[in-house]
């Protein structure tokens, strides 16, 4: 057991050089079960997730070794069709294997996945994707796993009914071995998306997206190795982004991939927060005055990110007037808002008016919870003070770690763990430019 002690506040300022993408490094990660021949993966990020992400691969058959960020991956003598449940239902992606799994093998075994508590997150558009190519699944509720199978996966026409991220992923995963063409409709807009589908290209799949939102996918019989850098993490970047305006200070971002920013960039504006290209891909973000509270809604890509819902948040405490968060895409991603009203936040909730919540919705209105809500009023500008903070997940945790940042006097945040899921050394970032965080181990205080 971890904790973080923060001293505030602090005004950030100097240079951070971003990561690589957690939501590429654990997909392309997964993509080293199409092939024997050795993978090398560049630019991965130092975190939890990968590190799971790796434990599931050593029990399917991998070896594998970081040097730096790089993370290299070869074939083991012998291999299993089993995902521990130990291992498999500590992180969400672990479902992913699927695909591979069934199209080189023909058989895979997983337990239900794990990961933030942020909603239900169902699998259930992968699964019904995996059985329109093929597969025969069930789900055990006596053991927990998943138990699947299919003599030969096959291309179709496949149509999500919601965006879904990581359905797209998975379908792409599965359907590069698949025997014919796959056609998948509605498909992830996002960037990260496209630099598995460039991994994968790379390993010889042939796959293109021919509109926004719609990629095909001719199979092939084998894939082959590859060396391949991943994209920065652009959630990392919107997190600095929002320290540096929040705590009135000066933050330059070094691997900026700002053009996949629009959203965030025009709602900064928009509000009063202040940026500038260096060049290329290097980006300053900076206080130049008072903020103006503004609404918005989350959206799939190109909107504005679900993940960067946490962090605006907590920017529009400092803002002046009311703002309003309206959350399309998760049914239950509030928890970190009775934190900060422990901070002395005035943050409440309300449902906005929607005539049409089943369609309008992202997520399946079905396993929406009573007694959870859809959007929050924020009133700002608040001065922000010391607090005893639990961590849900990991946007709202780096989130409750910049409030602390910014924050007057001591305060005590656990459940650090989650933070560590996605960001890198993030303690020792923010040190760098300023702030005052210690981890401490419970064991060395007892």
Known sequence: MQKFIVDGPTKLQGTVTLAGAKNVALKAIVASLLTDEDIIIRNVPNIRDVQLMLEVLEYLGKHWTIKGSSVYISKKSSHTCTV?????????????????LLS??????????????????????HIDGLIAMGASI?????????????????????????NTHTGTET??????????????????????????IHFLQNMGAQIERVSKRNIVIEGVTQ???????????????????????????????????RQYLKAFLDSLTKAGGGWEAIDEDTT???????????????????GFMTDWQAPWSLLMTQAKGESVVHETVFENRFAYVEELRKMGCDITYFDPEVKDPKNFYNFNWDDKVKGTHQAIRIN???????????????????????????????????????????????????????????????????
């Open 84 to 100: 521990p449940l130990e291992v498999g239902a500590r992180l969400r992606t672990s479902s992913m294997v699927l695909g591979p």
């Open 104 to 125: 080189r093998w023909g058989k895979a075994i997983i337990p239900n996945p794990g990961g933030c508590r942020i909603g239900a997150r169902p699998i259930d558009r």
């Open 138 to 162: 069930s789900y055990a509720s006596t053991d927990g796993y998943f138990h699947a199978s299919a003599k030969n996966l096959h291309g179709t026409e496949i149509t999500f009914e919601k």
């Open 171 to 196: 379908l792409l995963l599965a359907a590069v071995l698949a025997k014919g063409k796959t056609v998948l409709h509605n498909a992830a807009e996002e960037v990260e998306v496209d630099d598995l």
């Open 223 to 257: 894939l082959h190795g590859t060396e391949y850098s991943i994209m920065p993490d652009r959630n990392e970047e919107i997190t600095f982004a929002v320290g540096a305006v929040a705590s009135a200070g000066s933050i330059t971002v070094s691997h900026s991939r």
């Open 284 to 302: 300053r973000y900076f206080y130049k005055g008072p903020l103006s509270a503004i609404d918005l809604v989350t959206g799939v890509y190109p």
């Open 380 to 446: 700002g500008p608040t001065n922000l003070h010391n607090a005893v903070l639990f961590i849900n997940d990991l946007r709202a945790g780096a989130t409750l770690l910049l409030a602390a940042v910014i924050g007057s006097g001591k305060s005590y945040l656990f459940g650090i763990d989650q933070i560590d899921r996605g960001y890198e050394h993030i303690e020792k970032k923010l040190n760098g430019i300023g702030a005052h965080i210690e981890r401490i181990t419970e064991d060395a205080i007892s």
